[in-house]
């Protein structure tokens, strides 16, 4: 996938990133704790859900939307999308071999039109990947169907960014140290 596609997502993930930090500041602030792990992960989604619906490039779509899945498309090309982070998706392959199944269910595995975006939040920035789909069974879940490919990395700042805000302020905030990856979204809108 072209790298361009996806600078729009990355940029929403980016800045819903950066407001989790903001919300999680504030709230450490105010009750002089952090906000749980799933409070910010559901920020983070709830935050992606409201800058997809003001994008006239894309449709959120509605289902599970109140439990935090992001899934939408691209009104441009008409490809659907998922995120997931690459933790869920490491925690959904490690279940799916540990529930081997006595009887062979590659009937029932049906290749999904959705295409997940597996999203993973380092230091370096933001790292995105591409997988396909598939659900199983009668169920609407979806599933990444094969090892996601690395689509690249968006650095949280950009060249041009960074010259406006030079010399580094090293009182400033690490997003990346408060929040860490935020990549514990399993279940999160993924009701069969």
């Not at 992606?48 to 498309?73: H, K, M």
């Not at 094969?146 to 060249?159: G, I, K, N, R, S």
């Not at 580094?168 to 860490?180: H, I, S």
Request: charged share 25%.
């Amino acid at each position: 996938m072209d790298k361009a596609r996806l600078d729009p997502v990355a940029t929403h993930l980016i800045t819903s990133y950066v407001d989790t930090g903001s919300y999680s500041q504030r709230f450490k602030d105010d009750h002089h704790v952090p906000p749980s792990l799933m409070a910010k992960v559901h920020h983070l989604r709830s935050v992606i859900q409201a800058l997809l619906v003001d994008d006239s490039n894309y449709e959120l779509a509605p289902s599970y939307v109140d439990y935090g899945r992001v899934e939408f498309t691209d009104l441009k090309t008409g490809e659907r999308y998922l995120l997931k982070s690459s933790k869920a998706v490491a925690i959904e392959t490690a279940t799916a071999r540990q529930n081997g199944s006595l009887f062979p269910i590659t009937n029932l595995i049906r290749p999904s039109d959705i295409k997940v975006i597996v999203y993973r939040f380092q230091r370096a920035g933001l790292e995105l990947s591409i997988a396909p789909a598939s659900t199983r069974g009668r169920s609407e879940k979806i599933h990444v169907a094969d090892a996601p490919v690395l689509v690249d990395v968006w650095p949280y700042q950009t060249d041009e960014l960074a010259d406006q805000t030079k010399p580094f302020d090293q009182t400033a905030r690490d997003n990346f140290a408060d929040l860490g990856d935020l990549g514990h979204d399993q279940g999160v809108g993924e009701f069969e």
